[in-house]
């Protein structure tokens, strides 16, 4: 189930308007519900024009000036350097794939902790679960279907992501031979 969205409107002030709660917020306040898992929608208070990614990317500015945490110098290059489309849709694939890898590893950290609590509980059941999930010799039915599908998957987006690198390589490599061809010629 996905969380209500609250629409915040930035007026020509500066001055940002949460109208789900009818009152004036800050950027630490907009900060602080989409870290308590607030989906955040800011829009131009004249325009209407969603202004989203302005915002939050003004309260990651804003939180690297207060404090020595920022981004790292290397993503932050890339990130000036992606001005190009098709540099840019790469580095948003990377980053979506990151984060989803990031959360689905936080999951299963959770859930394996769940699991280690239940150890504690009840040992043995938890030795016997485990026996019956990894028998001495692993066979490809001994996997679960979930987290065989979750490795394939995996691979899948580590080979695409891969081929894309290749195609890029390939496409500068051309590039930069053809310039002095071009040369040449004239």
Do not use: C
Not at 10 to 29: A, E, F, I
Not at 78 to 97: C, E, G, I, N, P
Not at 143 to 169: D, H, I, S, Y
Request: hydrophobic share 35%; no cysteine; charged share 30%.
């Amino acid at each position: 189930m996905r969380n209500p969205e609250v629409i915040i409107r930035k007026y020509g002030d500066r001055r940002l308007y949460d109208t789900s709660s009818s009152r004036y917020v800050k950027l630490d306040d907009v900060a602080r519900m989409v870290r308590d898992g607030i989906d955040v929608r800011v829009v131009d208070g004249r325009t209407n024009k969603d202004i989203t990614r302005v915002i939050f990317t003004q309260i990651i500015v804003e939180n690297a000036r207060d404090r020595e945490i920022s981004l790292p110098l290397q993503l932050l290059t890339q990130l000036v350097r992606a001005s190009d489309k098709a540099t840019h849709d790469f580095l948003t694939w990377y980053l979506d794939s990151t984060i989803n890898l990031y959360e689905k590893a936080q999951e299963t950290v959770n859930a394996r902790l769940s699991t280690a609590k239940g150890a504690v509980s009840s040992p043995l059941d938890f030795v016997r679960n485990l026996l019956a999930r990894h028998s001495l010799q692993p066979t490809p039915a001994a996997v679960p279907p979930a987290e065989a599908e979750e490795v394939t998957k995996l691979r899948r987006q580590v080979e695409e992501l891969q081929a894309r690198v290749e195609r890029r390589r390939k496409g500068a490599g051309s590039s930069s031979k053809a310039k002095p061809a071009t040369r040449r010629a004239k």
